[in-house]
């Protein structure tokens, strides 16, 4: 039987560490993880939810989640960076290869120099979400980064720790207490 990660965790000689967030919490997990200096992917499983966070030497270079309203035109659209029409008519054109973003940008629904920026909040909004998480599992696969997933992020991972376990709802959990 597989592991419920599923399979795209990469080669079958990746390490994984494991283990239930009720025992350590995701800021602890992070913390961990980031100041060790780590390259690899922290996914976490609530139910049917699924976050991943990329971590490259220490840094958060991507996170994805399977919830819509933390998608990259969601996020725009909430922000009213693009409008609906705009966030329908990039959706159309979206295949494999073709990112959202980019076909935001050359629709001119944003500026190019808009993107960055969004992709950083994008990312921000996964982690900050995923730091409340007190229930679940979790995968932290320890593998090189594939550059595509890379996202030039321009954000202090301490102070986006941080920031999260200000927002917890349960700071003993944050504390990893």
């Not at 995923?130 to 997933?149: A, C, P």
Request: proline residues 4%; negative net charge.
């Amino acid at each position: 039987m597989g592991s419920p990660f599923g399979s795209g965790t990469g080669d079958d000689d990746d390490l994984a560490i494991s283990g239930q967030i009720e025992t350590s919490s995701v800021p602890e997990l992070l913390r961990s993880f980031l100041t060790s200096g780590e390259t690899g992917i922290l996914t976490v499983l609530n139910g049917e939810a699924a976050k991943s966070v990329f971590i490259d030497q220490g840094k958060i270079v991507s996170a994805t989640s399977n919830d819509p309203d933390e998608r990259l035109g969601e996020n725009l659209l909430l922000r009213g960076k693009i409008t609906v029409r705009q966030w329908i008519e990039a959706g159309k054109q979206i295949r494999p290869g073709r990112r959202l973003g980019a076909i935001l940008v050359e629709m001119e629904a944003i500026e190019p120099e808009e993107l960055l920026p969004a992709l950083e909040q994008q990312v921000k909004d996964i982690v900050l979400d995923l730091l409340n998480w007190s229930r679940g599992e979790y995968s932290f696969v320890i593998k090189d980064i594939d550059q595509s997933r890379r996202v030039p992020l321009n954000m202090s991972m301490e102070n986006l720790v941080l920031e999260g376990i200000r927002r917890s709802r349960s700071w003993a959990h944050a504390l990893g207490r």
